[in-house]
Nanobody, 123 residues
């Protein structure tokens, strides 16, 4: 069983930065591919990015590429999402998720989910 808890959300002005964290309660965190997804009001949940189990490579959605960076600390069972140059379009509930296997941009491929942390970007 994997328990995921996100934190770090909040209100930020456009152009600003925010870093989200995800704490995992699991024995073998390093075996899981970790992903970030987001869901804006009235929209479907969408892929933000994912990082492989050892953190050697990451994949990003085109909409955040170059602005967001995913990292992980397997010794601390933590996942991070550093977000820069935020725009109102980044306003959403952000979720971390875990899956066995390589990364996927399909939310149905992830087995475990956190409760989410809300990010609001104001003009």
């Amino acid at each position: 069983q994997v328990r995921l808890t996100e934190s770090g959300g909040g209100l930020v002005q456009a152009g600003g930065s925010l870093t989200l964290s995800c704490q995992a309660s699991v024995r073998a965190f390093s075996v899981y591919t970790m992903g970030w997804f987001r869901q804006a009001p009235g929209k479907d949940r969408e892929f933000v990015g994912a990082i492989k189990s050892l953190g050697l490579s990451a994949s990003y959605a085109d909409s955040v590429k170059g602005r967001f960076t995913i990292s992980r600390d397997n010794a601390k069972n933590t996942l991070s999402l550093e977000m820069t140059s935020l725009t109102p379009d980044d306003t959403a509930m952000y979720y971390c998720a875990a899956r066995s296997g390589t990364y996927s941009d399909y939310d149905g491929a992830y087995h475990y989910w956190g409760q989410g942390t809300r990010v609001t970007v104001s003009i």
